[in-house]
């Protein structure tokens, strides 16, 4: 049954947010680089401020998606997420997340990571999640995106499917 809201949902616009921070000793492996996990981690933040902002409910991550380990990232480099909602359903959100590395010295800077998390609005205590806002694609980009977010969406559903049909 749809949610008696969801037609009369509001649509907005989708902000890039911004994250950054510095890779000490303590976030690298044995060759200077720094641990996927606290990749990972970063992204998941980042991805989490997004949603929040984007819906302002309550949201947890529901998985992670595609993400692509290009390049190094080194011990004492700036490192900054960007963040994006790309595509919305009835209470989930598929974020986008770049993951730039910067030399703080030279200011060189470089694409190392790419991620798609699935985030899925949670409602208070025993309420039912509130479906979240449409998503208003102001351009080709947006929509290039959502393709991508849609996709990202459904193989997240035929995935739980296949896991809930596999545990009878």
Known sequence: MEHPLLDERPARVAAEERMADIVLPNQTNGFGTMFGGDVMAMMDKAAAIAALRFCRQPVVTASSERTDFRIPISQGEIIEALARVIYVGKTSIVVRIHLYAEHPLLGDRRLCTTGYF???????????????????????????????????????????????????
């Not at 479906?131 to 929509?143: H, I, S």
């Open 118 to 168: 699935s985030m899925v609005a949670v409602g208070a205590g025993e309420e039912p999640p509130l479906p979240v806002p449409g998503l208003l694609l102001e351009d080709d980009e947006a929509r290039q995106e959502w393709r991508v977010g849609e996709e990202i969406h459904q193989g997240v559903v035929i995935r739980r499917r296949q896991q809930k049909a596999s545990q009878f």
